[in-house]
């Protein structure tokens, strides 16, 4: 029954990042602040796509092997599979760590109006650029804070995957894991950071509902993989999070 239980929240996790379409769609209020983080999204998206063809045009194409037999040509699909694998990877995470830093004070924004429809308590203050770029400077430093140890994690990883054999099969899985937990802490940290919660205390509340949260952060994972999908990424994961921490009782 507990095995079944996790599985459900598991589940039910995977799903908030993808049914927040729905709750958007009911919620027009939302728009004007989804649309930002979205524009934002295609802008760093389009930039880093460009930066990796022009990182694999003047870096790999460049330095492929040169020779006219057979077994050139088959080191050179090896190569140019594995520096394809590589900009891949790189755009990918770029794209998450990057679109994220970007668009932090905006998911902060629409973080907190979620929450306010959720809650019912609506903050409608006015506009002042002197709350926003404050409010800008305590997001960022939270952002850094958070890509921070996501970097740290990675090298570890990258470290890891230099080992032979065992290091090579375990490179793939943890460092999915280990992007999904950063996407966790990343979008549930909006709520959490205005709570004024300590990086230790989001970590316990996070760890305090593994199966909604691990399922929450693969469902996130799969946004950012599909493709189309990575443009609609950071206002669906904010949503997404804002609606889960409410519904297993940790908003507020």
Request: overall charge positive; some cysteine; aromatic content about 16%.
């Amino acid at each position: 029954m507990a095995v079944k239980n996790r599985i459900a929240k598991f589940t039910g996790g995977f799903f908030y990042p993808f049914n927040s379409f729905a709750f958007l769609r009911r919620h027009r209020s939302l728009y004007k602040f989804a649309v930002l983080p979205f524009l934002i999204n295609v802008l760093v998206f389009t930039l880093v796509v460009y930066w990796g063809l022009s990182s694999f045009q003047t870096m790999v194409m460049a330095r492929l092997p040169q020779g006219d037999a057979w077994y050139w040509m088959i080191l050179n699909y090896f190569v140019l599979a594995a520096a394809v694998l590589v900009i891949m990877v790189l755009v990918f995470f770029s794209f998450a760590v990057i679109g994220s830093l970007v668009a932090s004070p905006f998911n902060d924004v629409l973080s907190e109006r979620t929450a306010g429809v959720l809650t019912g308590v609506v903050k409608d203050e006015p506009f002042v650029w002197k709350i926003f770029c404050q409010d800008t400077v305590r997001v960022w430093v939270c952002e850094l804070k958070k890509i921070a140890v996501f970097m740290a994690g990675m090298l570890v990883l990258l470290l890891l995957h230099l080992a032979p054999v065992l290091g090579t099969a375990l490179y793939p899985p943890l460092s999915v894991a280990w992007t999904a937990f950063f996407l966790v802490l990343e979008y549930n940290g909006y709520v959490l950071a205005r709570q004024r919660l300590t990086f230790r205390q989001q970590f316990r509340i996070i760890f305090r509902h593994p199966a909604s949260m691990s399922g929450f952060g693969l469902g996130i994972f799969c946004v950012l993989a599909i493709p189309f999908m990575q443009f609609f990424c950071i206002p669906l994961g904010v949503v997404g999070a804002v609606r889960l921490l409410h519904d297993i009782g940790e908003l507020g």
